[in-house]
Every structure is written in structure tokens, then in C-alpha cells.
């Protein structure tokens, strides 16, 4: 029988890819690159690298392939740092990888969206081991079984590469992709300031994260790294508040995963309404100062 090994890069990703595990069947053990994750998991064991950040991706990737070597799966939560990461391994590895699978039909056929969301495709996955990167929205979350114990990991990081230093830009605001909630914006918000103020005004109410279209990045409106969306990031947030979106198909395709989709826009007709469990037909100069004012009290 194959065994799963799911690798972490923050701790809540180990009880967020735990229903996924699950879902597979196999038995697995949690890799915990930074942080102490939850250790009731169901998991045989929690390795525990206790990394301040996360190298470089060809540096960590060598490092994961060799605590990977006796695993016929290799999972974790689909960001664009796990599929940097992840698709480095499966080379290391001679491996097959599957992307964003939102389904398990077996342990080899997963299924996983492809042209922006329109189609779900099937796919088989030839050898082993398996590399796999997942939305936890299609998979329920896992209950809390008992707890295993953890343990030390050496990881040695070689890499060809040295980050001299970071600088937060999202301030003190949730990340996009792990935000509970998200309050995005489109074009119609004219300029950074008036984006600020509207989208991240209602944003910082809620305690929630910020994005965009990328009609608002490419208009100079909002920062590259809010845009969502096929090009974007993919979030799942549990409420969406959508301002000033139309509500393309390639702008849905990151969204799709949100558990309640609220849509703000002055046009009945909008694409957005479709797929929107509440609609607001209104001016949003006027309702998301209105909102936030009521969220605050
Ligand atoms: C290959 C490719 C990849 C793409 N990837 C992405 C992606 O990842 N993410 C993404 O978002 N887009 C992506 N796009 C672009 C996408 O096709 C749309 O152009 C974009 O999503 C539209 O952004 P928008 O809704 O902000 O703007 P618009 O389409 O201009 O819509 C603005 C909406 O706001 C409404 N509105 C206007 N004024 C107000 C007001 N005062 N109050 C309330 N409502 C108002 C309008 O009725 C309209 O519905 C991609 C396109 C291509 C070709």
C-alpha cells in the first residue's frame, strides 16, 4: 500500500490538506517546513523542519525530495510558491504531478479544472510516486482523529540561489489565498487611492484580505499580487464580496471555490449576478462605504 507524505508551508496548511488525505485513503505523514501544525490530524507522524522561512524553491525542493523518497504520493495546498516548489520535486523524483485536484477518484485518478474553470478534466497518473497540488475546498474538512506523535527533521537547503531580505507589502492585512474573507474590486475604482479607501476600507472592517481584477492591476489601480483570478491568485474564502466586477470567466475561475459570493455592481445584467449568492444592483460609491459603516458601528 502507498503512504502520502503532505508537506506544509505553514502549519494550518497540515489541517487544511488533512480532508484530501482522507479523501485518498492512504496512510500519510505531515512534513512541517515552518511552524508546528495541529497534531490530531490523523496523521502516522508529524516531521517538524522548523525553518524560519522558506528557501529558495530549488533549495527546499531538493530538500523535501529526499524526506520524500519512500512515498508513493506527495501533496500540498496549490499556491504558486507549492507548484514552484512541487513541480521541482516531481523532477527530482522521475514523478507524475497533478495540479489544482479538487476531486480523488483513486489514488492514481484525480480530477482538477482546466480553460479557466469551464472544463473538469479527468486525469490518470501513470507512475509512481505521485506529486499532487490541491484545492481544499472540494475536499470536506477532516475530522479530528488522534493525535500522532512528531519529530525532529533535519532538512540541509542547498540552493543556487540567497533572498538577502523581504518586505511585507500586504501590511497587516490576512493573505489572500488563506483569508476567511476576501473584498475585492474592479476597474470602476478608479485610482490606488479610491481602491484603498473603498475596497481596503470595508477589507480592514472585516478583518479580511484584499483583491482585484485584472483589469484594476493592469490600469494601475490595485498591486499585481491582488490580482485574482485564471492569471491570479486562486481563493476560497468564506464570504467574497465582489465591487465593480463583471464577473469574466477568467476572473470567476479563481473565486469559484468562495462559499458565498456577495456582488456589488450598478448593472443588473452583470455575468457576476449568475454565479453571485447575494446581489447588490447599486452604485458601489455608494453601498461599500454604507457596508463598512455598518460593519464598524
Ligand atoms: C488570458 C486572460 C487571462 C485573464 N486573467 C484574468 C484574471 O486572472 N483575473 C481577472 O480578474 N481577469 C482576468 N482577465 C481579464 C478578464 O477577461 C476581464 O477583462 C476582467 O476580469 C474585467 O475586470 P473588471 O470586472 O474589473 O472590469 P469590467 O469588465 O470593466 O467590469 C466592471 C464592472 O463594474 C461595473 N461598474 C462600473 N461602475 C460601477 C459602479 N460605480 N458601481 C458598481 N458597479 C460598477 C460594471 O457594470 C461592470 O460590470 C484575463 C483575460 C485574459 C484574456
Not at 449568475?274 to 460609491?285: C, N, S, T, Y
Amino acid at each position: 500500500m502507498g503512504r502520502l507524505l503532505l508537506v506544509a508551508f505553514e502549519p494550518h496548511e497540515a489541517a487544511a490538506c488533512a480532508g484530501f488525505a482522507h479523501a485518498l485513503g492512504l496512510p500519510f505523514d505531515v512534513l512541517a517546513l515552518s511552524g508546528e501544525p495541529d497534531a490530531d490530524l490523523g496523521a502516522g507522524k508529524t516531521m517538524i523542519a522548523n525553518l524560519s522561512e522558506i528557501p529558495p524553491a530549488d533549495g527546499i525542493a531538493k530538500a523535501i525530495a529526499e524526506v520524500a523518497r519512500d512515498y508513493s504520493h506527495i501533496a500540498a495546498i496549490s499556491s504558486m510558491q507549492s507548484k514552484d516548489v512541487l513541480a521541482r520535486v516531481a523532477g527530482l523524483l522521475d514523478a507524475a504531478m497533478v495540479t489544482d485536484a479538487t476531486a480523488v477518484q483513486s489514488p492514481t485518478i484525480f480530477q482538477r479544472p482546466m480553460v479557466a474553470g469551464s472544463i473538469i478534466a479527468t486525469v490518470e497518473t501513470l507512475c509512481e510516486p505521485v506529486v499532487l497540488t490541491i484545492r481544499p475546498a472540494g475536499f470536506l474538512t477532516a475530522q479530528r482523529r488522534g493525535v500522532s506523535p512528531s519529530e525532529p527533521v533535519q532538512v540541509t537547503v542547498d540552493s543556487k540561489a540567497k533572498r538577502l531580505g523581504a518586505t511585507n507589502r500586504g501590511g497587516a492585512r490576512p493573505d489572500l489565498t488563506q483569508a476567511r474573507i476576501v473584498v475585492s474590486g474592479g476597474r470602476p475604482l478608479r485610482d490606488a487611492a479610491t481602491f484603498e479607501k473603498v475596497i481596503g476600507g470595508l477589507a480592514d472592517a472585516l478583518s479580511g484580505a484584499v483583491g482585484a481584477t485584472r483589469a484594476a492591476v493592469d490600469s494601475g489601480i490595485a498591486p499585481n499580487e491582488l490580482q485574482v483570478g485564471q492569471t491570479g491568485k486562486i481563493v476560497a474564502p468564506e464570504l467574497y464580496i465582489a465591487a465593480g466586477i463583471s464577473g469574466s470567466t477568467q476572473h470567476m475561475a479563481g473565486i469559484k471555490d468562495s462559499k458565498i459570493i456577495v456582488a456589488i455592481n450598478k448593472d443588473p445584467d452583470a455575468p457576476i449576478f449568475e454565479a453571485a449568492d447575494f446581489g447588490l444592483v447599486m452604485d458601489l460609491f455608494d453601498a461599500v462605504p454604507e457596508l463598512e459603516r455598518k460593519v464598524r458601528g
